[in-house]
């Protein structure tokens, strides 16, 4: 992944350069650092995507045909496990933990077993079209 452009400014150049000083040369640690060398910046915010998404609902499509009728089902219920999603779009855990915690793959409450996130497969497909479609 690339580096995020950074912007960078003098603190001189800012409205509230003195009280900045002021606050910094309160802390005892700082009293050899030179205060005209203070510089703020800001990195560019990065979007996350998901990098091979086509791959990702085409692996969960094939999956689901061949295999639909062998996953666990209770009362018309699919309950698929985070290990398991993640086999289904040939995927590392870590990367559906990133895909979870970036919202574009959410869990949904178990109705059938009390306290249990699933996946429901056809949900998950739904959700990455969702975000294939927002590019």
Do not use: C
Request: aromatic share 6%; no cysteine; hydrophobic share 40%.
């Amino acid at each position: 992944m690339p580096r995020r452009k950074q912007y960078k400014i003098s603190a001189r150049q800012t409205a509230i350069y003195d009280v900045i000083v002021a606050e910094l040369q309160q802390n005892p640690e700082l009293a050899d650092y030179d205060m005209e060398t203070i510089e703020i910046s800001v990195k560019k915010k990065i979007n996350p995507r998901i990098q091979n998404l086509d791959l990702a609902i085409a692996n969960l499509k094939r999956y689901l045909a061949i295999n639909r009728d062998h996953i666990q089902t209770i009362n018309g219920e699919m309950i698929v496990s985070k290990k398991e999603i993640a086999r289904m779009l040939k995927i590392s855990r870590p990367t559906l933990d990133k895909w979870i915690r970036e919202k574009f793959v959410t869990p949904v409450k178990s109705s059938v077993l009390p306290d249990t996130k699933i996946f429901p497969p056809d949900l998950v497909l739904k959700q990455l079209q969702n975000q294939k479609n927002k590019k």
